[in-house]
């Protein structure tokens, strides 16, 4: 699958997977809050997933802030994670972090079985977003009640 940079003209169907996938475009992770609207992205084919990220000003790492495949199971969220890897690896940049909720197992699965580690829990980093972001969920996947915030990180070589 074809994955090219977001650009200017894609910028109103960004805003819409954002808000059909977050609610908001600003997301909540590693203590830090993303307009994820406003972040570089990257688009996996027609329009069929999306992945915004950050590089911090030192350039030690990177943090993958949303990854969204809008037909889940067909290799676009691998397209779009492995093309941000190698564009991480061409600037020199040595670690991708990604953060998620506590109950989101299939995005722990996926991750884990794409080379990220976890490498912290953030014990009751939820809690403390819903006071700035109220729409986040008591409870998420499979009925799992959200409180934590788990960080994981790849290596890139």
Avoid: C
Avoid at 54 to 71: E, K, M
Avoid at 78 to 102: D, I, W
Avoid at 119 to 125: E, F
Wanted: glycine residues 10%; charged residues 20%; aromatic residues 6%.
């Amino acid at each position: 699958m074809q994955v090219r940079p977001k650009a200017d003209g894609d910028q109103e169907w960004v805003s819409a997977v954002l808000s059909r996938f977050w609610g908001l475009p600003q997301i909540f992770a590693g203590g830090e809050v993303f307009d994820a609207a406003n972040l570089p992205g990257l688009i996996a084919g027609e329009r069929e997933g999306l992945a915004t990220f950050g590089v911090v000003p030192d350039r030690t790492s990177a943090r993958l802030v949303t990854l969204n495949a809008l037909t889940p199971r067909r290799g676009i969220g691998t397209a779009l994670t492995e093309a941000l890897v190698a564009q991480l690896a061409a600037g020199g940049v040595p670690l991708l972090r990604v953060s998620m909720t506590n109950d989101n197992l299939d995005a722990l699965r996926f991750y884990q079985r794409r080379g990220f580690r976890i490498a912290v829990v953030h014990a009751g980093a939820i809690d403390r977003a819903r006071r700035l972001k109220p729409s986040i969920p008591l409870a998420g996947h499979y009925g799992i009640p959200i409180h934590d915030e788990l960080e994981l990180v790849r290596k890139i070589d």
